[in-house]
């Protein structure tokens, strides 16, 4: 089985069970946990791969340099060796006219001039020969530099391509959210991702995961963006602060908090139909996350959010990179 496609059902394995959390039994949920676990190391995994195609592109750079710089030796080898096959010629040619003016005085200075003329022949026939094969080198070298040339420009292609759909995904959600804007939202874009930060007083209630009527017009109006994208990865993380989590029921700590909070922004997400359930992933962070210092009330707030992270595909370079 494909490993993406099985990565695929377990997430919505899980997304499935975070529904039921709140009437299965401990045991049940633990799994749930160790599943999210399991796909936590998938997310850094993916990760990992993204800086692995990034080193191989410079590395493919690095070699492209080395192969310009052969190029460059063997052209000036090329040049050498011209440069001694004209000047042998021109020895030739200078002893032809002077075998021809010996030739009327003397057959001694005759034989003296053939035998100078056959070693220079001798020379220029080497110094041919080792020319045409610095040519061939020199052609060699050009087609590999070519094919060098050719493959980092569609490693660059393919990533300026991720770098401006990604561009035009956070300038359509920042549109999108306007007006949202000094409420506690913040869109921005690093390292080849999108990041939506969307502070807790935006969505939630103290100590609850239900999304309050502004928050689910912002999480919708976020959704109707993605839903144009469907070729980008989400992941919906849920964060706290580090005040220990007092409520009853089935949640225990701040972890359990937040797993159920970007599991109820999924549920918002999957009411659009566009966005395809495969490309979604949600997970709680707890407090281990933190943007700010928990030493402050500004800083608690800020540390109390949904970050949904938008990721591009990476198909088309991992298939030029195997190639």
């Not at 975070?18 to 998938?42: N, R």
């Not at 402050?296 to 190639?323: C, F």
């Amino acid at each position: 089985m494909n490993p993406n496609n099985m990565i695929k059902k377990t997430v919505f394995s899980v997304l499935t069970l975070a529904l039921l959390a709140s009437c299965v039994s401990p045991k049940v949920y633990k799994d749930l946990e160790a599943k999210y676990a399991d796909l936590k190391q998938e997310n850094k995994k993916l990760s990992t791969d993204n800086e692995a195609l990034l080193s191989d592109k410079t590395a493919a750079e690095n070699e492209l340099k080395q192969l310009q710089s052969a190029y460059d030796e063997a052209v000036a080898q090329r040049d050498k060796l011209q440069a001694e096959y004209n000047a042998a010629k021109s020895n030739l040619d200078n002893l032809k006219a002077s075998y021809a003016a010996l030739e009327k005085n003397s057959s001694a200075a005759i034989a003296a001039n053939s035998k100078k003329n056959r070693e220079l022949l001798a020379q220029l026939e080497a110094k041919e020969q080792a020319l045409a094969a610095e040519n061939a080198r020199l052609e060699k070298l050009k087609k590999e530099l070519q094919d060098r040339s050719n493959r980092v420009a569609e490693l660059e292609q393919v990533i300026a391509s991720k770098d401006a759909a990604m561009t035009a995904l956070k300038n359509a959600i920042s549109k999108a959210l306007t007006d949202f804007e000094g409420k506690g939202l913040t869109v921005e874009q690093r390292d080849g991702k999108v990041y939506v930060s969307m502070e807790n007083k935006l969505l939630f209630s103290s100590g609850s995961w239900a999304v309050g009527s502004e928050g689910t017009r912002a999480v919708k109006q976020l959704g109707n963006v993605l839903g144009d994208n469907p070729d980008i990865a989400v992941l919906i993380e849920g964060h706290t602060d580090n005040v220990p989590y007092k409520g009853n029921g089935i949640l225990t700590s701040n972890w359990d908090l937040s797993t159920k909070r970007a599991t109820a922004i999924v549920n918002i997400l999957r009411q659009n139909n566009n966005i395809n359930p495969e490309n979604l992933t949600a997970a709680g962070r707890g407090e281990f996350a933190p943007v700010a210092t928990n030493s402050t009330k500004e800083g608690k707030a800020k540390n109390r959010r949904i970050e949904v992270i938008l990721t591009p595909k990476l198909d088309e370079l991992s298939k030029l990179l195997s190639e």
